[in-house]
């Protein structure tokens, strides 16, 4: 029987790579998004400025403001780090989300398991930087190393994981080859290549890739089902004939583009009280753009929910871009 013996959640959002000098890069952008999504609705900028002016958001967006909340982020994605290298686990089960960057329209699996033998974490790219949207530089540059990394991946315990997915009557993709670009095989996506960038010391755990569609219409899983594909992932990890150690990472979220405090707070507080109804009950017409990916977190709580580990918030830091709302809502935890 296999333990896992760490769980962690860690925003990866443009802000955590980003200057804080620098954000109105990305507000910019904002004010020419004609459709936000916030609380079920969509809104031009203005329409969303107008909705929100009495929250005061200009106070939460002076640059004093951003450079301490910057701060805070980058010490609790530190203290992570420093967990994770020390509980020092055999493999890292990271569940993340794809954005384009291995799956396109013609193919946007639900749900997704990687099994190959190992996965690259590619180089910075900077002629894709250049031409990357206002901002995004940043981002490629904070999650991409200065030449490829190769990093060993767990296919047995991927196998295992496949195998019991089928059992349980998860229709699921199998993958055991990254999908092949203009330049050779793809490497990881930003929900994985922050992680091992940012968090994952020189000495890895080997790996097992769990992507999910949180993002795209029409085959998003609901919250229910990755909560059901989590604790089947985690009974699976448990029989599996190994001695080895097993750490999971939930990556992305929580609510962005437009940030609703209120929508965080009931998610944090139904992973602090164990409440798996109340996690998966939120409308999935607020799991949409950037707040999908808190469908990372519920599938990482899937897989922790039968064991003793317990959920720790080290920090939620509300990032906010513009004074109509926009940003990105950094939430950090473990589960120990």
Request: aromatic letters at 10%; glycine letters at 6%.
């Amino acid at each position: 029987m296999v333990d896992i013996v760490f769980g962690f959640g860690t925003a990866h959002g443009p802000l955590l790579s980003t200057p804080p000098d620098k954000w109105d890069l990305r507000g910019d952008a904002d004010r020419q998004n004609p459709a936000h999504p916030f609380k079920g609705e969509f809104y031009t900028f203005d329409e969303l400025y107008d909705l929100r002016k009495s929250e005061n958001l200009a106070a939460q967006n002076t640059l004093e403001v951003r450079t301490e909340r910057h701060t805070r982020c980058q010490n609790q994605v530190a203290a992570i780090k420093e967990k994770l290298a020390e509980i020092d686990p055999d493999v890292l089960l990271v569940v993340g989300d794809d954005q384009h960057e291995w799956f396109q329209d013609a193919i946007q699996p639900a749900f997704t398991i990687y099994h190959g033998d190992e996965v690259a974490n590619t180089a910075f790219d900077e002629e894709k930087a250049k031409k990357a949207p206002p901002g995004i530089g940043y981002v490629l540059r904070a999650n991409s190393p200065d030449e490829d990394i190769v990093f060993k991946c767990e296919p047995d315990l991927a196998d295992h994981i496949i195998a019991a997915a089928i059992e349980n009557e998860f229709d699921i993709t199998a993958s055991s080859t990254p999908p092949i670009g203009p330049k050779g095989p793809l490497g990881m996506g930003h929900a994985f290549g922050y992680i091992y960038e940012k968090i994952v010391s020189d000495q890895p755990p080997a790996l097992v890739p769990i992507l999910i569609n949180t993002f795209f219409p029409p085959n998003q899983a609901t919250s229910k089902r990755c909560f059901e594909f989590g604790r089947m992932i985690g009974r699976a990890i448990k029989s599996w004939d190994s001695d080895k150690t097993v750490a999971v990472a939930a990556s992305g979220g929580l609510s962005h583009f437009v940030i609703n405090e209120e929508f965080d707070q009931r998610i944090i507080d139904a992973l602090q009280s164990g409440d798996h109804e109340a996690l998966v009950a939120e409308p999935e017409n607020l799991m949409q753009s950037g707040t999908s990916e808190t469908k990372n977190w519920i599938v990482t709580a899937g897989i922790i929910a039968e064991t003793d580990l317990n959920f720790n918030l080290l920090d939620y830091v509300a990032c906010y871009r513009t004074d109509a709302g926009t940003g990105n809502a950094m939430a950090f935890s473990t589960w120990t």
